[in-house]
C-alpha cells in the first residue's frame, strides 16, 4: 500500500498519489547469502545394512543485485518503468554434488560390478553449480479517476538465464580392479565360460566402469511477458492497494555445450539435451494491503500474497502435486523520528503448500517467516538514503522415500535453508 517510488513495483496504481509532480528515481543494490542444505540418510553410503547420513552443504551468494525504479507524474497521470532482477534462485555451489548423484553413480557401480564392489573400495567426485536470475523490464501507466481512486495498466517482460556446470567421477581404489577381475573371470567360468571369454567380459566391465563418468556444462534462456493491473483507494489516513500479475508463460531451452554420460545415464541426463524445452511458467499473482495512518508521523500496513503455482506449468507437470498455491502474509510500520530519520520493521509469513513429490535435490523449498528492518536517512528535499536488512527462518522439510532416488532402497533427505539480504537505495526527485 506504498505511496512512494517503491510503488512502481508493490502498488503502481498507488503512484498516481504522489505529493507532487515530476521525476522520481531510485537506484538500489541488494546483497544476499544463502544456504541450502541436504542431509541424505541411506543404506546405499555402505550397502552393509548400517544407514548413515551425509550431508550436503550448498552456497549461494550474490553480492551485488541492482534495480533501478522510475517515476514521471504529470497532474492525473504516473508513468513509471523498473528494471530489476524479479526472480530465480541466484547462483547455487554444492561442492560435494547432491545425493542423486551420488545415488545414481552407486547404482551404476553396483550394476556394473554385479554387486560385488562395496563403497570403500571406490570412490566418488562430484561437484554441481546451477544458477538461475529473471530480469524484469517493466512499463506502465497510472491514472487517478478521482480524489479517492487510481488504476494501472502495464507489463513486465521477463528475461530467463540460467543453467548447470557438474561432474561426477568414479575411480577404483589400489588394486580394486584386479580384484574385481579375477572375481568376475571366476564368477563367468563357473557359469562355463572359457577362460578366454571370461577374461574379456572382465575386461569390459573394467572398461565400463572406466568410462563410468558424468559431467554437464548447460545454458538455458527463455521468456515470457506479464500483464499487471492495479488500483489503489484513498480514503483520509487509510489506503488500501490491490495489483494483479497475469501468468506469464515461459518455455526454458537448453543449449548444451558438453553432455557426457554413460549409456546405463542416458534417461538421468535426457532433461538436459541441447535443445530440449521445459516449461517454467511465471504464476499468477495477486497482492491485497491495507495501511493507516495512526499518528502523522507513524503508519502501519498488512498485506496479503498469493501466487497460483498450482496452475503455472513446470517440468514433469509437477506443478500439480502442489497442495496449494503459495499464501503469504506480511504486516509492517514505519516510524517519522524527525525529519531527517525513519525506521521500520516487517515480517512475512510464506506457506508453499509442498509435497515430497514436489521436492528435489535441484530444486527445493521450505516454508519460512522473515523478520525486516530498515532506516531512512532525508539527505536533501530531493534525495534520501534508504537501508535495509532481513533474514529468513526455514522450517526444514523432510522427504521420506521407499524407492531412494529410483535405486529399489529407502532414504530420507531433509532440506533446510537461510537466507541474509542487504539493501541500500539512493532516491532521487528532480
Request: glycine letters at 10%.
Amino acid at each position: 500500500a506504498s505511496i512512494d517510488i517503491d510503488g512502481v513495483y508493490s502498488n503502481p496504481a498507488g503512484l498516481a498519489f504522489l505529493p507532487k509532480d515530476g521525476l522520481q528515481v531510485a537506484l538500489t543494490i541488494q546483497s544476499a547469502y544463502q544456504t541450502r542444505d541436504i542431509a541424505a540418510t541411506s543404506p546405499l553410503w555402505t550397502m552393509d545394512g548400517q544407514t548413515t547420513v551425509r550431508n550436503y552443504e550448498g552456497t549461494a551468494s550474490a553480492p551485488v543485485i541492482p534495480s533501478i525504479h522510475a517515476v514521471y507524474k504529470k497532474g492525473d497521470w504516473a508513468f513509471s518503468g523498473s528494471f530489476a532482477i524479479v526472480g530465480g534462485g541466484g547462483k547455487a555451489s554444492f561442492d560435494k554434488g547432491l545425493p542423486m548423484f551420488d545415488a545414481a553413480a552407486i547404482s551404476l557401480v553396483n550394476t556394473i560390478g554385479q554387486g560385488m564392489l562395496s563403497p570403500n573400495q571406490y570412490t566418488i567426485n562430484s561437484a554441481m553449480e546451477g544458477r538461475q536470475y529473471i530480469y524484469g523490464f517493466q512499463l506502465g501507466a497510472s491514472y487517478k479517476i478521482n480524489e479517492h481512486f487510481a488504476v494501472f495498466a502495464g507489463a513486465r517482460m521477463n528475461y530467463f538465464t540460467g543453467g548447470y556446470k557438474g561432474f561426477l567421477d568414479i575411480n577404483l581404489k589400489e588394486g580394486v580392479a584386479e580384484q574385481l577381475g579375477a572375481e568376475i573371470v571366476k564368477k563367468l567360468m563357473a557359469a562355463g565360460m572359457t577362460l578366454e571369454q571370461a577374461q574379456q567380459a572382465a575386461l569390459q566391465k573394467s572398461q565400463q566402469l572406466n568410462d563410468a563418468k558424468l559431467k554437464l556444462d548447460c545454458d538455458q534462456t527463455g521468456w515470457g511477458l506479464t500483464p499487471i493491473i492495479g488500483i489503489d483507494a484513498k480514503f483520509g489516513k487509510l489506503n488500501l492497494a490491490a495489483k494483479y500479475e497475469f501468468k506469464a508463460n515461459m518455455n526454458i531451452e537448453n543449449d548444451t555445450h558438453d553432455i557426457t554420460a554413460p549409456d546405463a545415464a542416458a534417461d538421468f541426463m535426457a532433461p538436459y539435451q541441447n535443445g530440449v524445452n521445459t516449461p517454467s511458467d511465471l504464476p499468477a499473482m495477486l497482492s491485497l494491503a491495507a495501511s493507516y495512518e495512526i499518528l502523522p508521523s507513524l503508519r502501519a500496513s498488512v498485506e496479503y500474497h498469493f501466487f497460483d503455482d498450482k496452475n503455472a506449468g513446470m517440468a514433469d507437470g509437477k506443478q500439480k502435486t502442489l497442495k496449494h498455491g503459495t499464501h503469504e502474509y506480511l504486516a509492517g510500520v514505519e516510524w517519522d523520528i524527525n525529519k531527517l530519520f525513519t525506521v521500520s520493521g516487517g515480517y512475512q509469513k510464506t506457506d508453499y503448500g509442498l509435497s515430497d513429490a514436489f521436492q528435489s535435490d535441484t530444486s527445493f523449498s521450505c516454508d519460512s517467516y522473515t523478520l525486516g528492518f530498515g532506516a531512512k536517512l532525508n539527505l536533501t528535499e530531493r534525495a534520501a538514503l534508504n537501508v535495509g536488512y532481513m533474514w529468513t527462518t526455514y522450517d526444514d522439510y523432510t522427504k521420506k522415500s521407499q524407492n531412494y532416488n529410483n535405486t529399489g532402497l529407502s532414504g530420507t533427505n531433509i532440506y533446510s535453508r537461510t537466507n541474509k539480504v542487504f539493501g541500500a537505495s539512493i532516491n532521487y526527485r528532480f
